[in-house]
């Protein structure tokens, strides 16, 4: 999402088969066989309440301090701490909810909120994971026209430099929905801000692929990168079933061992507008709908070998 998800992409005779179930009840991290835990979150807490800050970093404002402005993609909101935009729901759940504060297409406020850790990292010969259980904004039709939520992380050198670095240092896109459209993207960034071994500022990317049910329950989006296989590979999943997958053989070397070979931080936000809705369906507009959150039910990290 940062610097630069800009893509007029379509699903190329790529179909996504979703596991038929999904789930409004707040669930806890699961075990998985194979798999350590290295870190998690449940959102469990008082409703109306602000996220642990000794686990999460709040963004503020429309950049990082240095760094390019509307977070390099030109979204219009604001970003706050503020509880109407990110808050504890009381049932087990994070709710990042973008508000509009002015008439017309008006000015937003949103949220989004980063890790603290940023050293999740597959180790050498092993494998790592990352996952979310998430509920996308429940809009749709002219009424969600701009609305970009997204679970993602970026490589740890882009924040003591306001990712300024981008996208050299790597992100994992592992869910981005843009106006209430049916679907999912998931992408990784490298290389070069354009053009370039990864295809910037569009990156290697699954392009849209279908998701139904995803706006009206409780899906799990997972990225693993694969260290113990020969080439390495990133591979994603929404509810177990393998979506897309970019082996190290896509890039040269150093191109992908500068990407990946580093730890991470992750990344929930809910942004309005920005050159990626625009480009599929349109942008914000008055008819847009204020105060849809994205849900988020757990998120974790797991580690396997190494």
Same mark, same amino acid.
């Given at each position: 999402m940062v610097l630069a998800s800009w893509r007029i992409l379509t699903a190329a005779g790529l179909i996504l088969a979703m596991a038929s179930a999904c789930t409004t009840e707040p669930s806890k991290i699961p075990a998985?066989?194979?798999?350590?835990?290295?870190?998690?979150?449940?959102?469990?807490?008082?409703?109306?309440?602000?996220?642990?800050?000794?686990?999460? #970093?709040?963004?503020?404002?429309?950049?990082?301090?240095? !760094?390019?402005?509307? +977070?390099?993609? =030109?979204?219009? &909101? /604001?970003?706050?701490?503020?509880?109407?935009?990110?808050?504890?729901?009381?049932?087990?759940? #994070?709710?990042?909810?973008?508000?509009?504060?002015?008439? !017309?297409?008006?000015? +937003?406020?949103? =949220?989004?909120? &980063? /890790?603290?850790?940023?050293?999740?990292?597959?180790?050498?010969?092993?494998?790592?994971?990352?996952?979310?259980?998430?509920?996308?904004?429940?809009?749709? !039709?002219?009424?969600?026209?701009?609305?970009?939520?997204?679970?993602?992380?970026?490589?740890?050198?882009?924040?003591?430099?306001?990712?300024?670095?981008?996208?050299?240092?790597?992100?994992?896109?592992?869910?981005?929905?843009?106006?209430?459209r049916e679907s999912v993207w998931h992408t990784l960034h490298c290389g070069v801000p354009v053009g370039g071994p990864c295809a910037e500022p569009g990156g290697l990317s699954s392009g849209e692929l279908p998701c139904p049910g995803c706006r009206t329950g409780f899906h799990t989006y997972a990225l693993e990168y694969d260290r113990s296989v020969a080439p390495e590979e990133l591979r994603w999943f929404v509810d177990g079933r393998r979506t897309f997958t970019v082996k190290a053989d896509r890039v040269d070397a150093k191109t992908w061992a500068d990407a990946n070979h580093h730890g991470y931080f992750l990344i929930l936000n809910v942004a309005i507008g920005g050159v990626f809705p625009a480009n599929v369906g349109g942008g914000p507009t008055p008819a847009t709908r204020s105060g849809v959150p994205m849900l988020v039910d757990r998120i974790a990290v797991f580690t396997s070998g190494g």
């Open positions: 998985r066989s194979g798999w350590t835990p290295v870190w998690s979150d449940d959102f469990d807490g008082a409703a109306g309440t602000k996220l642990s800050q000794e686990t999460w #970093l709040y963004a503020l404002g429309k950049g990082y301090p240095g !760094g390019a402005q509307n +977070w390099g993609t =030109g979204q219009i &909101e /604001t970003v706050t701490d503020r509880v109407e935009n990110v808050y504890l729901d009381g049932a087990g759940r #994070l709710a990042i909810k973008p508000v509009r504060t002015g008439a !017309g297409v008006g000015s +937003w406020t949103s =949220g989004r909120v &980063e /890790t603290r850790r940023t050293d999740f990292a597959a180790p050498a010969g092993g494998r790592l994971r990352i996952e979310a259980s998430i509920q996308q904004p429940g809009v749709s !039709g002219a009424e969600a026209n701009g609305y970009w939520s997204a679970f993602w992380a970026l490589g740890a050198p882009a924040r003591p430099v306001g990712a300024t670095n981008w996208p050299g240092i790597g992100e994992w896109d592992v869910m981005e929905n843009v106006n209430g």
